[in-house]
C-alpha cells in the first residue's frame, strides 16, 4: 500500500546523468514488482522463455542497470526480511486484492476485453522464491551488490542514507521518508510515459527526488511528527488510517496539536491504534551491518551463459548491451588518464 504523503511533499526532477558515481540503495522487491507488473505482452501474460518460464524480471532488471552502469549510477539492491507482525493485515489485503485481481483477469481474457486483461493482470503479480533468487543471480552478475534486510527493506535503505554509505534511496513508496531517509529518489525505474487508468491519455515519467530536509521545512514539523502524518493517514502497519483524516487534514491537525495524543477528536479511534508500535518501528529501525560495499565489471561469461543459454534470451541483444557498458567503462578511463 504505501503512504499516501504526496500531496504535502515537494520534489525536483532529475536527470540520470545527475546521480552519476553516486551508490543509490534500492528496494528491491518494490522494483522486481514493478518489472513484473510492466512488463507485458498484450493480453496481459509476463514474458516468457520457450520453457514457458516468466522473464519479465530478468529483462527489467538487466536493460535497465545495463543503462545505469552506462551512466555510472552504482545501484545497491536490498531485498527484505521478515515483515513486521503489525504488517499481516496489510499483507492478508494484499493477497485478498490479488485475488481479486486475478479473477477479473480471466474474465476480461475469457470475454475478449483485452485493455481490460491487461489493466487487471498488473495486480495478479506474485513475487515467488524462483523469481527473488534468478534476479539476485543476475544483479551479482552484473557486478551489482546484494544486501539482506532484517525486515523492511526501506527501513534499512534509510538508515544507510543517514550514515553516508549511500546518497539516496529509491523506491516508489514514500515509506522512506518516515524511516529518516535524507533523500528518495522516485521513478528511477519509469522513464518515458505512461498511460493515465482508464483514459486514452499518456504523461510523461521523470526521475525525481524528495529531500527530508526540504519536507521537515516545507511541513514545519519534525520527523517524529512526519511520522505522527503518516499513521493518521494509513501506514502498513495500520491500514486505512484513521476514518476521514487525508493528508492535508492529518498535516493540519498535527502542526496544531503536535502529536496523536494530544488531537481531543480523534481519542476514541486512537485507542485501536498500536501507536507507540508504530513510532518505534520508524524512528528506530533495526539496523545491520554490511561492511564494505564492493562493486565489480559484470561477468560477461556468467551473464550471457544464464540469460542466453539457460533463460533463452537474445544472444545478439545481450551482447550489445554488455559491449555499451564497456565503451562506458573504456570511455571514463580515458577522461581519467588526462588529468596525470
Known amino acids: 500500500m504505501g503512504i499516501d504523503l504526496k500531496p504535502i511533499l515537494t520534489s525536483c526532477s532529475i536527470k540520470p546523468s545527475d546521480l552519476s558515481d553516486k551508490i543509490i540503495a534500492v528496494d528491491a522487491y518494490n522494483t522486481i514488482y514493478q518489472f513484473l507488473a510492466t512488463i507485458r505482452g498484450p493480453t496481459g501474460d509476463p514474458l516468457t522463455n520457450n520453457k514457458g518460464e516468466i ?13 545505469f552502469l552506462t551512466e ?18 496489510e499483507i492478508k489485503r494484499r493477497k485478498e486484492s490479488k485475488q481479486e485481481a486475478i479473477e477479473k483477469y480471466q474474465e476480461a481474457l475469457e ?39 532484517p525486515s ?14 549511500v546518497y539516496a534511496c ?17 521513478n528511477l525505474t519509469i522513464t518515458g510515459k505512461r498511460k493515465i487508468p482508464n483514459k486514452n491519455k499518456y504523461v510523461n515519467i521523470e526521475p525525481e527526488i524528495i529531500h527530508q530536509s526540504q519536507i521537515l521545512e516545507s511541513t514545519k514539523l519534525t520527523l517524529e511528527q512526519l511520522v505522527d502524518v503518516g499513521i493518521l493517514i494509513g501506514t502498513d502497519f495500520n491500514p486505512g488510517g484513521l476514518p476521514g483524516i487525508g493528508p492535508k487534514t492529518a498535516l493540519k491537525l498535527i502542526r496544531e496539536n ?3 495524543e494530544e488531537i481531543e477528536k480523534i481519542k476514541d479511534n486512537l485507542k485501536d491504534v498500536p501507536y507507540q508500535q508504530i513510532r518505534e518501528i520508524f524512528l528506530n529501525p533495526e539496523n545491520i551491518s554490511i561492511g564494505n ?14 540469460l542466453c543459454d539457460t533463460m533463452d534470451f537474445s544472444k545478439e541483444r545481450v551482447e550489445s548491451s554488455l559491449e555499451k557498458v564497456k565503451k562506458s567503462q ?11
Not at 529509491?170 to 522516485?186: M, N, P
Not at 560495499?293 to 544464464?306: L, T
Open 55 to 67: 522473464t519479465s524480471h530478468l529483462s527489467g532488471l538487466f536493460y535497465r542497470n545495463i543503462n
Open 72 to 89: 555510472n549510477i552504482k545501484l545497491l539492491y536490498i531485498f527484505d526480511g521478515k515483515p513486521h507482525s503489525l504488517k499481516f493485515n
Open 111 to 149: 470475454e475478449g476485453r483485452l485493455e481490460d486483461a491487461k489493466k487487471y493482470s498488473q495486480g495478479t503479480v506474485i513475487l515467488t522464491d524462483e523469481i527473488i533468487e534468478q534476479s539476485k543471480i543476475i544483479l551479482k552478475m552484473l557486478g551489482i551488490p546484494v544486501i539482506h534486510a
Open 152 to 165: 523492511e527493506g526501506e527501513a534499512t535503505a534509510s538508515i544507510l542514507t543517514k550514515d553516508g554509505t
Open 170 to 186: 529509491a523506491s516508489q513508496d514514500y515509506d522512506s521518508l518516515l524511516f529518516g531517509a535524507k533523500r528518495l529518489i522516485r
Open 258 to 260: 503536535g502529536r496523536l
Open 293 to 306: 560495499i564492493e562493486f565489480d565489471n559484470p561477468n560477461n561469461k556468467e551473464i550471457i551463459g544464464f
Open 330 to 340: 573504456e570511455k571514463r578511463s580515458q577522461s581519467l588518464e588526462r588529468w596525470f
